[in-house]
């Protein structure tokens, strides 16, 4: 694939990604390759190689003959996934109470501060800062293996809450997210993690059906905006 191609793919595969971690693609949706490649002004080619990308980690799935859709996690693989997320992110406090970079603790309240800036402003951004938290502490140790698998476990948890949430609290998720930060400053790893048990267990307990299906066309023009600019 020519650079400009796979540019062209990186862009797509970004921004569905993004409307699924915003949970703008409802899991189950239908994501027909004309209709994203019109949307986004790209040839049906470029959306499959995006597609093929969001297969690979666990967002989308394909079934014969009728194209590919947004994955619906079962029950039983949400908790399976939640606790392997428990598993990675007590290890990121681990390594991060032992080491973590110079400019570590700005980052995380940098971007501690920018979730704050759209508590109960903007749902979908609120959401979306809310994981990148999570993959920021990962990122945080070094390690990049650990820092991929908790994206992946990350933003598969947004499909999950997009599927069965009742709802989304910023309020609770920058509080506790600034009282991470803090334990893990003072070395204190059996607190972080601690927090970090309750905060997950919190997401985790909001986990409910409830489903809006809205349509394709609608929610990928805002998204083909960005492609444009």
């Known amino acids: 694939m020519s650079d400009g ?27 027909p390759e004309d209709t994203v490649g019109e949307q986004f002004g790209v040839s049906r080619t470029i959306v499959r190689h995006a597609l093929v990308r969001l297969e690979n980690e666990g ?23 939640f606790e392997v997320r428990r598993i990675l992110e007590n290890e990121v406090i681990r390594i991060l109470c032992n080491r973590i970079p110079d400019t570590g603790y700005d980052q ?12 109960g402003k903007d749902g979908p951004v609120s959401i979306r800062l809310a994981g990148e938290f999570h993959v920021l502490l990962a990122e945080l140790t070094g390690n ?7 994206s992946e ?19 609770c998720a920058v509080d506790e997210h600034s009282q991470i930060i803090d334990a893990i400053q003072s070395g204190d790893a059996e607190r972080a993690i601690a927090i970090m048990d309750h905060h997950l267990g919190a997401v985790q307990g909001r986990a409910e059906l409830a489903r809006q299906p809205d349509s394709i066309r609608s929610i990928l023009s805002h998204y083909g905006k960005e492609l444009a600019q």
């Open 153 to 171: 476990v990350v933003i598969r948890c947004s499909l999950i809450m997009s599927l069965y949430a009742r709802s989304h609290s910023s309020d």
């Open 108 to 119: 995380l309240r940098s971007h501690v501060r920018n979730e704050e800036g759209v508590r």
């Open 144 to 150: 990049e293996i650990l820092a991929r698998y908790v």
């Open 5 to 31: 191609k796979n540019t062209l793919t990186t862009a797509v595969y970004d921004l569905l990604r993004k409307a699924i971690i915003e949970q703008a693609l409802k899991p189950g949706m239908r994501l």
């Open 59 to 81: 967002l989308v799935v394909t079934q014969r003959n009728r194209g590919a859709f947004v994955a619906e996690p079962s029950k039983e693989e949400a908790q399976q996934i």
